[in-house]
């Protein structure tokens, strides 16, 4: 099927953003969207049999209100599954959002995110679906998949059973901005965090029976600063970036410690570590470990004890990368070319749920519709960016394999 001949209805796509963008789901809170997702769906035409819920929120370590959400479109034509993902959740700076249209964008009232990331996702995905249906346009099975807690830990995607994605063949992932933009591979990540367990004495009466947890924690981390590990990293055999995102206290404190007269017994610290090579990813942990034991090493009390150190890594996700020949990058060049549209092909910094379809055997690919300044209260969405990837959507649920 050719550009020209595409049957979007851009005001009615346009609708159901605004539609979307007006209903509440903040990360592991996904239930009223789900909802509103399911209702659109059977007003456009899909039976409610073909729409189905798994229990990844019962694997998901945080509560979760749903599972992911599922819709079987049979093929009117042979050929692969194709796999069309986004996520359902939005950050918590979203609650409350009140979208408007101004022109060309669709923006907030200014107190709060817009939730564009990926309610244009959702939104694009659903008007897919009530094109095919409504102008019977030919295409293979389809699955559509909406996740939930993307934006806490790419928890919907990690916890999903493969077997219901249906064998597809590769995915089509809508999280991104630009329609030119086609993301073939990001970073993995591993987490690490460390706990400090000091000795509380009188920081002025009597400040060597203590063992100061805050300058375990302070050595530690300069340590790490100056050894390469903090920040972009760049070594002889990888590269990669970390970030220490959390020193805190007891129980979820903010302040570590609780008055400036008393040496500091407990520290709790949080940091990440980035790469395109899961091993590499490790390798930063291992760094921050090692300047640890280091730093509890020299801090120490009279009688040279030291503080109780525990130090844990765990993967986040995996790294993943696409050839520009792989089937589901050259069916999105294809799909672009057919807008009169020059791809650029990029690798995320950060991790999406195509992380873990790609970890499942399903090749992605994330395209743009249109998101921006995503995250904060100056968010909007790019109405002509938006539409571009509804055409870029349609096109690859269509053309010929």
Not at 5 to 24: K, T
Not at 146 to 153: A, I, M, N, Y
Not at 197 to 216: D, F, L, N
Not at 238 to 263: E, M, P
């Amino acid at each position: 099927m050719s550009s020209t001949s595409l049957p979007l209805d851009v005001e009615a796509a346009i609708d159901h953003l605004m539609n979307f963008l007006s209903v509440e789901g903040v990360t592991g809170q996904e239930a009223k969207i789900a909802a509103a997702v399911s209702d659109a769906l059977k007003k456009v035409g899909v039976p409610a049999s073909a729409i189905r819920f798994d229990d990844a929120n019962k694997r998901i370590p945080v509560p979760t209100e749903t599972g992911n959400l599922f819709v079987d479109l049979p093929g009117t034509r042979p050929g692969p599954r194709l796999l069309f993902s986004t996520h359902l959740d939005t950050v918590p700076l979203c609650a409350g959002a009140k979208p408007r249209r101004e022109g060309d964008r669709i923006v907030s009232d200014g107190t709060t995110a817009l939730g564009g990331d990926a309610r244009t996702g959702v939104a694009l995905l659903v008007v897919l679906a009530e094109t095919l249906i409504k102008h019977k346009l030919p295409h293979p099975p389809i699955t559509l998949l909406f996740t939930v807690r993307e934006e806490s830990g790419l928890h919907g995607a990690r916890e999903l059973n493969p077997a219901d994605l249906g064998g597809a063949a590769m995915c089509i992932n809508v999280d991104g901005q630009l329609a030119s933009e086609l993301l073939i591979g990001a970073v993995g990540q591993e987490n690490w965090e460390v706990e400090i367990k000091g000795r509380a004495s009188h920081a002025g009466v009597a400040p060597e029976k203590g063992i100061s947890a805050t300058m375990v924690g302070a050595l530690a981390l300069a340590e790490a600063r100056s050894a390469g590990w903090f920040g972009k990293v760049v070594k002889s055999d990888g590269r990669g970036t970390s970030n220490v995102g959390i020193f805190g206290g007891k129980a979820g404190k903010v302040a570590a410690g609780d008055a400036t007269n008393v040496v500091t017994d407990y520290v709790y610290i949080k940091g990440e570590a980035r790469s395109p090579e899961a091993a590499f990813a490790t390798k930063i942990a291992d760094g921050y470990k090692k300047a640890f034991a280091e730093a509890k090493a020299a801090v120490v009390d009279h009688e040279g004890d030291t503080a109780e150190v525990t130090f844990t890594q765990t993967p986040a996700y995996p790294p993943f990368e696409l050839a520009k020949d792989a089937p589901v990058v050259k069916r999105a060049s294809k799909a672009l070319a057919a807008l009169g549209i020059e791809p650029v092909y990029l690798f995320s910094n950060g991790g999406l749920d195509a992380n873990w379809f790609d970890k499942h055997g399903v090749p992605t690919i994330t395209i743009g519709a249109g998101q921006a300044e995503i995250h904060t209260i100056k968010e909007y969405v790019n109405l002509t960016e938006y539409e571009k990837g509804c055409r870029i959507g349609l096109l690859m649920a269509t053309l010929e394999d």
